[in-house]
């Protein structure tokens, strides 16, 4: 905008900006912009949420830039962005002429966002948008990145990711229409706000509904601001939908939701309405609001993080209300700016770039790092796109049902593998920027030796999880220390359907599987028979729920021994010995095959593999049993050293070392020394082989 077309506009824009929040404190302060609908539920989170940020920081005593402390000065600045992009423009010239703001954070309708982010980067003012999802604002930065690189998107994910999350949702709706209300053809009506965010979603959902076995009903396209949509309304009713797909950001989605109730429209919605994330949506809608679902960042008691719940309490004491995806303002000053000014020691708005744009770190809402294009390019966007490292054979239920199933489901990227070379992976993890990592015991040992593992930034990955075999805790503890993640452990079997127990994301227990997911029910009886035993004490898994098997095929003898019934309830027994702590986290001790009985004691395999796996030159370990008609069984250890040890460690060494570490009747009687052990097909040590081998030899 030019400097000379100001006229009437200036008069309107001046009402607009104002200084608010926190007082000034002379020329050591930093001056952060909040621009915004502020008279909207969109500008009240913008402001809520910068608030909160420069509150935490200032009572600190600022941000430290350089050898001094620097405290934030919040400027409101009102774009009136729903019924004007002149207006939000005005808005957004007066914070970089008048109040001469070091940066801004907000910004919502993408039509203004797109003003705005033109005049921040004529004066190079970093400027993080929380609220516009257009993906044309990054690729922008892409195009000409010297231009506009001082843009970045702090919230949300763009429209492509978006729509993807929604669909997620429409498929899910659309099979509770078709199975519990006997609808064979769900028609959905697709109802967007004339809005230049909502046209690529628009486009995706016109294409991919039919793909879901679904009818487009129609499209129609009321005003953003529109408080009367009752033709819209009387036409989808005539269309004879099933489902409304909504797009709504802006006021819209109030009366729509009220005259859908008044009207008795049938039909689900589902989609995006920004109004309906507020706790007072029941009451706007006069409590006609029915039969909306909607999607937030944030939700009471729900926790992406560590740092999610106390912000969510925080703000709900503040404000009264659970804060809306707007209110990541907070984020991205107390998470994002501040960090990268005080890494950088400066406001200079091109260092800051170049920190802000490899930083990867938590907000309350999840992880932020910015991805580039397929070129290679900065598009300062966090593109939503998580990518799985499927390296686990997908014809075990493992690598099927968690991997390959879980990651189609969620429309995840997969990059497969047809052999799981370890230079491969950690190529790849670094190549596609991978985001969920699958592993089994084994090669997370290998992996926390290894020399190269250390050029994967591993703190950038979701989820680092594993299963199929018993994850010992020198491997956990080495991986922690080595890597700065933790193991997320999970236990299934191809009989529950892969999964039955998973660890909590916010408080898993080291050595624990977790607890049953969803729907599941476990216990632990006596393995010899039926009687559940108290917390604390070993016995059988048993699992019961809706992913139990059914049977083994054409095998009934089997499926007899399999399932039981206790006190009119089916249960699958495992086979694996447990105990439960007084949590309710379950703990793994063995396979009850595996279980080795020696002079009456009973010695589980585990124990003495965790020994071994603690000595400094063992690379590997598997402990059996074999048949002695002195004791009942023997303990045979198969050990693979580290290669600078081989030929140096003797098995007298490991005895002794054995000796030294565990009960006298658990000590291993053989020290048998491999080059490697004998593995199943998800990389697990196979005991059955090892077993097999000494009773043949």
Same mark, same amino acid.
């Given at each position: ?26 020329? &050591? ?26 509150? /935490? ?47 801004? $954070? =907000? ?37 000409? @990145? ?7 998107? =702090? ?18 709706? =659309? ?17 967007? /706000?004339?809005?230049?965010?909502? &046209? ?52 819209? =989605? ?47 008691? $729900? ?11 925080? @703000? ?132 926390? /030796? ?69 729907? $599941? ?18 016995? /059988? ?143 697990? $040590? ?12």
């Amino acid at each position: 905008m030019k400097k000379g077309a100001w006229g009437w506009g200036i008069t309107v824009a001046v009402c607009l900006v104002v200084a608010g929040g926190l007082p000034a404190w002379g020329a &050591d302060v930093i001056k952060i912009g909040v621009i915004g609908p502020m008279n909207f539920v969109q500008g009240k989170g913008h402001w809520a949420g910068a608030t909160m940020a420069a509150e /935490e920081i200032n009572a600190k005593g600022g941000i430290q830039v350089g050898n001094k402390k620097m405290k934030v000065e919040l400027v409101k600045a009102d774009s009136n962005e729903f019924l004007s992009v002149t207006d939000a423009t005005n808005a957004m010239e007066l914070l970089l002429t008048q109040h001469k703001v070091d940066f801004i $954070v =907000g910004g919502f309708r993408t039509e203004a966002v797109l003003a705005m982010q033109d005049l921040a980067m004529d004066y190079k003012k970093i400027f993080i948008g929380c609220g516009a999802a257009h993906p044309e604002l990054c690729t922008r930065v892409a195009k000409d @990145y010297n231009r506009y690189k001082y843009f970045f998107r =702090g919230t949300p994910f763009n429209s492509e990711f978006l729509v993807k999350t929604c669909f997620i949702h429409m498929a899910t709706v =659309g099979e509770l229409l078709k199975k519990e209300v006997n609808i064979p053809k769900v028609r959905v009506a697709i109802v967007a /706000e004339k809005a230049v965010w909502a &046209d690529p979603m628009i486009a995706a959902a016109e294409k991919v509904i039919p793909q879901m076995g679904m009818e487009v009903a129609g499209v129609w396209r009321p005003s953003p601001v529109a408080t009367d949509v009752t033709a819209e309304l009387s036409a989808i009713q005539r269309s004879e939908a099933h489902m409304i797909f909504t797009a709504f950001s802006s006021s819209v =989605g109030i009366p729509f939701a009220r005259q859908a109730g008044e009207l008795k429209v049938p039909a689900a919605q589902v989609g995006i309405n920004v109004g309906a994330q507020k706790d007072g949506f029941w009451e706007a809608t006069r409590g006609m609001g029915n039969y909306v679902a909607t999607m937030n960042t944030y939700a009471r008691g $729900v926790e992406v993080n560590h740092l999610t719940r106390p912000f969510v309490d925080k @703000y709900i004491e503040r404000f009264g209300e659970v804060p809306t995806y707007t209110a990541d303002t907070y984020a991205a000053i107390i998470y994002g700016l501040a960090p990268a000014i005080e890494q950088a020691g400066t406001l200079d708005a091109d260092k800051l770039v170049s920190i802000m744009e490899t930083r990867e770190y938590d907000v309350p809402s999840g992880k932020v790092g910015y991805l580039k294009d397929a070129e290679g390019r900065h598009l300062h966007d966090g593109e939503g796109r998580e990518v799985t490292l499927a390296f686990l054979p997908l014809f075990h239920i493992y690598g099927q049902v968690v991997v390959m199933l879980g990651s189609l489901v969620q429309g995840l990227t997969m990059v497969l593998f047809t052999t799981p070379d370890m230079e491969d992976i950690l190529d790849a993890a670094e190549r596609y920027q991978a985001s969920a990592f699958y592993g089994v015991p084994t090669l997370l040992e290998y992996l926390k /030796e290894y020399e190269k593992t250390d050029r994967v930034n591993w703190k950038r990955f979701k989820l680092i999880a594993c299963g199929a075999d018993t994850l010992h805790r020198s491997t956990i503890e080495g991986w922690e220390r080595r890597t700065g993640t933790r193991i997320m452990e999970g236990y299934g079997m191809t009989e529950t359907t892969a999964v039955s127990h998973g660890s909590p994301y916010q408080r898993p227990k080291t050595g624990s599987f977790g607890v049953p997911i969803p729907n $599941v029910r476990a216990a632990i009886i006596d393995p010899e028979g039926v009687d559940f035993v108290p917390p604390g004490e070993v016995g /059988e898994l048993i699992v019961s729920g809706p992913n139990i098997m059914q049977g083994y095929w054409m095998r009934p003898q089997e499926t007899k021994e399999a399932l039981v019934e206790i006190d009119g309830m089916r249960w699958l027994r495992t086979g694996d010995l447990v105990t439960m702590d007084e949590e309710g986290y379950f703990h793994f001790f063995d396979r009850k095959r595996d279980l080795i009985k020696y002079k009456g004691y009973s010695v589980f395999a585990r124990h003495v593999e965790e020994v071994l796996y603690k000595h400094p030159q063992i690379k590997a370990a598997g402990v059996v049993g074999l048949p002695d008609p002195k004791v009942g069984q023997i303990i045979k250890a198969y050990v693979v050293l580290q290669s600078e040890a081989r030929g140096k460690v003797s098995e007298e060494e490991i005895i002794e070392y054995c000796k030294q570490n565990l009960t006298h009747y658990k000590v291993p009687k053989i020290i048998e020394f491999r080059g490697e052990l004998p593995k199943t097909d998800v990389g697990k $040590v196979s005991r059955r082989e090892l077993r097999e081998e000494a009773e043949e030899a």
